[in-house]
C-alpha cells in the first residue's frame, strides 16, 4: 500500500487524472488505510486486531462513498442528506483515531475541544458566545461538505509535503551517510570538539530534506554518538549535541521541515520567498550551536582527534545529495510548485544511486524505504485533517477573532508579552503534536492576534514557527533529546537539558526576527542592517559563552560579567530602534563592541600566559 500511495502521488504530478477533492480523497484513502494496516501488524491480540480491521474497513468505504458522491455533497454544503452525515461523522472518529495512533493523544483532544466548542459554545456566556448551530450543520462544515477534514491543510499535504517526507526517507537507503561523515570531519578536523562538529554538519545537512528532529537523529546519530562516546564527550552531552543539531535541520532551506509549506500558504507568498527569508535565521542558529559546541568542548576539557577527510569518498558520493538537495532549491527559485520539485529530486536521486555500484540500492530494499516513507507521509496527512477541523471552527464560529481580541486583552496590548504567551503555546503545542500540525495550530490560532497588534505576518509566522520545531528539545517533553538519549543509553532529562543549552539561539532569534527586519531579508535602514549583521552573532556568541563560563580559556567571574553585558547590549541594539522613544541603540553597540574586544584581548592574553608557563615548565 506505500508503494501504491508513492506511485500514485508520483505520477499524478504528471498526469491531472482527477479533480481537486478526488484527488485529496484518494489521498485520505491511502493514509487511513495506511495508518490502520500499520498498526495491525503490531497488534497481536485477536480483538485488537478485529477492531483496526473494522477502522481499516470503515475507511474504505467513507472515501469511496466521499469519491462516488462529490457533486451531491457539494451541492448540500450545510444541509446534509442522513447517510451524509453518518459517513461524516464516521470520517471525523477516524481522523481523530488514526492521529492517535500516529501521535499521541495530545492533538486529538485539543480537537476534541474545538468540535465540542462548535456543538455547544451557544451556552457559554461572553465573548465566546456563538449562535446555535444542529448537528447536521456541524457535521458539514466539519467533513462532509468538503472542509474540515477536507480542507486546505489535506490539499497541502497532497500536494506539497507528501513526497518531500518520502524524498527525505531516501537518504537511509542511498548511501549518503559516509559523505556526509566524511563532510563533518572537514569542519571538525579545524575545531576542538572535532566529533561533535561532524554531527552537526552531518545532522543539520540531513535535517534539510527529512523534516523530522527524531527521525534525523535515528539516521544521523547511529554513527554520529557512539563515535562521540569513543572520544570523551558523556553519554548526555553526545545525545544532546545530536538532538540539537538533528532538529536544526528542520530551520534550514530547501525543506524546512515541510512545515514551511504551510506558511508559505498562510502568508500568501511563493514558497521560494519563505525558503529566502529563512536563510539567515538558520545560518544564525547554526552558528550559534557551532560555537555552543566548541565551548563545551573547552569547558569539558575534550582533546578530540583531529581526522583527515576520505575526499575521493566526498568526491563520490558528493552528487548524491548535492544535485538533487540543488535542483529542488532551483526549481524553487524559478517559481515551480513544489510538488513538482519533489518528483525531480527523487528521480535524480534514484538515477544517480543506480549508476554506481557501491551505492546502489537492491530492490527490497528500496521498496521499504519507499514505503516507510510513505506511511509517515501517511501519519501526517491524517493529523492535518485534524487540524482542518479545528482550523473549520475557528472560521465558522468565529472564534479565531474573538482569541485575537482575547490574546490582545490579556497581553494589555503590549507586544512582548503577546509574543511570551505565543512561545508557550507553540512549546507545549510541539510537545506532542507533529512540527507540521504544531505550527498549524498556532498559526491559525494567535498568529491573528499578533498581526492585528502590528507584527509584520511573515515575522509573526516565522515566531511560531521556530518555537513549534524547537520544542522538541525543550523540556520536560523534549522528544529529539529522549531519541538522542536512547541512543546514547543517557539519562533523558540530563540530555534535554544539555540540549535546551545547546540550542538557547532558537530562544533568541524569533524574536530578533519580530524585531529586525534583516533577518528576513527586509532591510530598512543599510547602517542598522550591517550592524545587526554584526551584533547578532557576537550576541550569540557572548551568550554561549556566559551559559558556558568559558571562551578559549575558562572565564573569571568578571569577565563572564563583561560577557553578559556584552550579548544583552548587542540584542539591544537590535532591537531597540523599533522603539523611537529609546534612541540607545548606537550606545549600546558602542558598548558591546567595547566589551567584546576587551573579553578577546583578555582571553588571548590568558591563553599566551598559560602557553608559556607550560613551555617553561618543560
Request: hydrophobic share 55%.
Amino acid at each position: 500500500m506505500g508503494l501504491a500511495m508513492f506511485t500514485y502521488q508520483m505520477v499524478s504530478t504528471q498526469y491531472l487524472f482527477v479533480g481537486s477533492f478526488e484527488h485529496q480523497n484518494i489521498h485520505l484513502f491511502f493514509a487511513l488505510f495506511l495508518a490502520f494496516l500499520n498498526l495491525m501488524r503490531l497488534r497481536t491480540s485477536p480483538w485488537l486486531w478485529a477492531m483496526q480491521t473494522v477502522l481499516l474497513l470503515a475507511g474504505i468505504l467513507c472515501t469511496v462513498y466521499v469519491g462516488l458522491n462529490l457533486e451531491h455533497l457539494e451541492e448540500v454544503v450545510g444541509y446534509p442528506d442522513p447517510v451524509d452525515v453518518l459517513v461524516g461523522s464516521v470520517l471525523i472518529v477516524l481522523s481523530l483515531e488514526a492521529t492517535r495512533q500516529a501521535w499521541g493523544l495530545t492533538l486529538p483532544i485539543v480537537a476534541i475541544l474545538f468540535i465540542l466548542y462548535f456543538f455547544f459554545g451557544q451556552y457559554i456566556p461572553g465573548p465566546l458566545y456563538h449562535r446555535a448551530f444542529n448537528f447536521d450543520y456541524v457535521i458539514s462544515y466539519l467533513c462532509i461538505g468538503l472542509t474540515g477534514v477536507y480542507g486546505t491543510f489535506l490539499s497541502i499535504s497532497a500536494n506539497q509535503i507528501f513526497l518531500f517526507v518520502v524524498f527525505g526517507s531516501l537518504l537511509s537507503v542511498i548511501k549518503i551517510n559516509d559523505f556526509l561523515y566524511e563532510a563533518g570531519k572537514v569542519v571538525g578536523r579545524h575545531l576542538e570538539g572535532g566529533p561533535a562538529q561532524t554531527a552537526v554538519v552531518s545532522s543539520s545537512l540531513v535535517g534539510m530534506v527529512t523534516g523530522a528532529a527524531v527521525a534525523n537523529v535515528a539516521i544521523t546519530g547511529a554513527f554520529t554518538i557512539p563515535y562521540m562516546k569513543r572520544v570523551g564527550y558523556s553519554p548526555a552531552l553526545a545525545g544532546a549535541i545530536e538532538a540539537t543539531a538533528s532538529t536544526g535541520g528542520q530551520l534550514m532551506p530547501p525543506v524546512m521541515g515541510a512545515a514551511a509549506f504551510l506558511m508559505a500558504f498562510f502568508v500568501g507568498v511563493p514558497y521560494a520567498d519563505i525558503m529566502l527569508a529563512g536563510i539567515l535565521p538558520a545560518v544564525l542558529f547554526y552558528l550559534a550551536v557551532f560555537l555552543g559546541v566548541q565551548l563545551v568542548s573547552v569547558a569539558s576539557g575534550i582533546k578530540a582527534p583531529k581526522e583527515k577527510a576520505d575526499w575521493a569518498l566526498i568526491r563520490r558520493r558528493a552528487p548524491l545529495f548535492v544535485v538533487p538537495v540543488g535542483l529542488i532549491v532551483l526549481l524553487l527559485l524559478l517559481r515551480f510548485s513544489p510538488m513538482l520539485a519533489a518528483f525531480w529530486a527523487i528521480v535524480v536521486a534514484l538515477a544517480l544511486a543506480f549508476l554506481f555500484r557501491e551505492t546502489r540500492p537492491t530492490w527490497p530494499e528500496l521498496a521499504r524505504c519507499l514505503a516507510k516513507g510513505s506511511l509517515v507521509g501517511a501519519k501526517i496527512a491524517v493529523s492535518l485533517c485534524v487540524v482542518g477541523m479545528i482550523a473549520q471552527t475557528l472560521v465558522t464560529t468565529g472564534l479565531g477573532s474573538k482569541i485575537a481580541g482575547l490574546v490582545e486583552a490579556l497581553s494589555g496590548g503590549n507586544v512582548f508579552i503577546a509574543l511570551m504567551m505565543t512561545m508557550v503555546v507553540s512549546i507545549i503545542l510541539g510537545c506532542g503534536v507533529p512540527p507540521v500540525a504544531a505550527y498549524s495550530l498556532v498559526a491559525i490560532v494567535t498568529v491573528p492576534a499578533l498581526i492585528k497588534m502590528g507584527v509584520v505576518p511573515l515575522s509573526a509566522h516565522f515566531f511560531c514557527f521556530y518555537f513549534s520545531i524547537i520544542s522538541a528539545v525543550t523540556p520536560p517533553v523534549a522528544l529529539g533529546a529522549l531519541a538522542g538519549a536512547g541512543i546514547a543509553e543517557a539519562n533523558y532529562f540530563q540530555t534535554a537539558t544539555k540540549a535546551f543549552k545547546l540550542s538557547i539561539a532558537g530562544f533568541i532569534i524569533p524574536y530578533l526576527i519580530v524585531y529586525n527586519p534583516v533577518l528576513t531579508l527586509h532591510v530598512e535602514n543599510w547602517a542598522w542592517a550591517l550592524g545587526s549583521l554584526i551584533s547578532i552573532p557576537i550576541g550569540l556568541m557572548t551568550l554561549s559563552a556566559v551559559i558556558y563560563n568559558v571562551g578559549l580559556i575558562k572565564f573569571t567571574v568578571g569577565e563572564r560579567i563583561l560577557a553578559l553585558a556584552c550579548s544583552a547590549s548587542m540584542f539591544g541594539y537590535c532591537t531597540l530602534r523599533q522603539f523611537e522613544h529609546i534612541p540607545l541603540e548606537y550606545p549600546f553597540l558602542a558598548i558591546g563592541l567595547g566589551t567584546f574586544a576587551y573579553l578577546i584581548f583578555s582571553q588571548v592574553k590568558k591563553v599566551k600566559t598559560k602557553a608559556r608557563a607550560v613551555n617553561t615548565a618543560h
